[in-house]
């Protein structure tokens, strides 16, 4: 992009990687002309001087910084699909989006009550469609996902030590699926119960 402008006046007047090949620390080294073997005199950069150079018309050297060569490896876009361990990363991130959407199904039901017995009654009724119900089908499975990796991964994230000694996972876990199923429970029982 410089290559027009002396070396003086570019933005970079060395490179870090030649100073660290040559041994420098703070100033970057350009070796001498060396000569070619058909005796030609080389610039600064390496390369055979022009005509003009060897006869001292054009002094400034055409100097090309060293470049190294980026690596950059083909990986595919589903690589993740070659391990379980992956998948499950993926889905439990996918996952997020299935709690936003309950979330807004709960929220539009709760608008829903709020405008009144009609309201509601349009509500169940969207509800009620075959592409409701599976959508929130696939929802809950996602929800599930979700607390149960959840619930396994609080043992890690939470360190808790008694007496100097750290309480076992199940200790932390366990507390957490008995909580959940007593308030499932309940909520099953007073739908139920209410027909």
């Known amino acids: 992009m410089y290559q027009g402008l002396p070396q003086a006046r570019r933005s970079r007047r060395s490179h870090s990687a030649i100073q660290i090949g040559r041994g420098d620390r703070r100033h970057q ?27 001292g018309g054009a002094t400034s050297p055409a100097y090309t910084e060293f470049h190294p060569r980026w690596y950059r490896p083909q990986v595919s876009t589903y690589w993740w699909l070659g391990k379980w361990a992956y998948v499950k990363f993926i889905l439990r991130e996918l996952s997020s989006v299935a709690v936003a959407w309950t ?28 592409w409701m119900i599976g ?37 932390i876990s366990g507390p957490q699926y008995l909580a959940w199923i007593v308030i499932s429970a309940i909520v099953v029982a007073i739908i139920v119960s209410r027909g």
Do not use: C, D
């Open 29 to 55: 080294t350009i070796p001498h002309a060396l000569g070619t073997a058909t005796g030609e005199p080389m610039s600064s950069s390496g390369q055979a001087s022009t005509p003009a150079q060897a006869s």
């Open 103 to 130: 979330v807004a199904i709960i929220l539009l039901q709760m608008f829903a009550l709020i405008r009144g017995q009609q309201a509601y009654l349009r509500f169940e009724h969207v509800m009620r469609a075959p």
């Open 135 to 171: 959508l929130n089908v696939i929802a809950f499975a996602f929800l599930l996902l979700h607390s149960i990796t959840w619930f396994n991964l609080a043992p890690k994230a939470m360190v808790v030590r008694v007496r100097g000694r750290r309480l076992p996972a199940p200790l």
